[in-house]
């Protein structure tokens, strides 16, 4: 079992920015790492992944605004958000890919409402 922990959601009015961390295990190495979303009775979607070499790709709802950066030697994936939507509310989820396994975190929520 790899441990995830998330952090950094929360209420934010339209147009502002969050950033979210992950941190996971320091045991593991060479994983490629994510974030998904899911809204309220819709299913889990992909919004960005990152490689271990730092190769990204985005869905295209969030190209431009989201940023998914990671620092390795921390152990740690970042999500940063600006310019975010009432459609961006959701409980986001960390994932990391490793040994042929998908680990997920707990989820954190993100609220975008004036």
């Known amino acids: 079992q790899v441990p995830l922990v998330e952090s950094g959601g929360g209420l934010v009015q339209p147009g502002g920015s969050l950033r979210l961390s992950c941190a996971t295990s320091?045991?593991?190495?060479?994983?490629?790492m994510g974030w998904y979303r899911q809204a309220p009775g819709k299913e889990r979607e992909l919004v960005a992944t990152?490689?271990?070499?730092?190769?990204?790709n985005y869905a295209a709802s969030v190209k431009g605004r989201f940023t998914i950066s990671r620092d390795n030697a921390k152990n740690t994936g970042y999500l940063q958000m600006d310019s975010l939507k009432a459609e961006d509310t959701a409980v986001y989820y960390c994932n990391v890919y490793w040994g042929g396994t998908d680990f997920w975190g707990q989820g954190t929520q993100v609220t975008v409402s004036s």
């Open positions: 320091g045991s593991i190495f060479n994983y490629a």
């Open positions: 990152i490689s271990w070499g730092s190769s990204t």
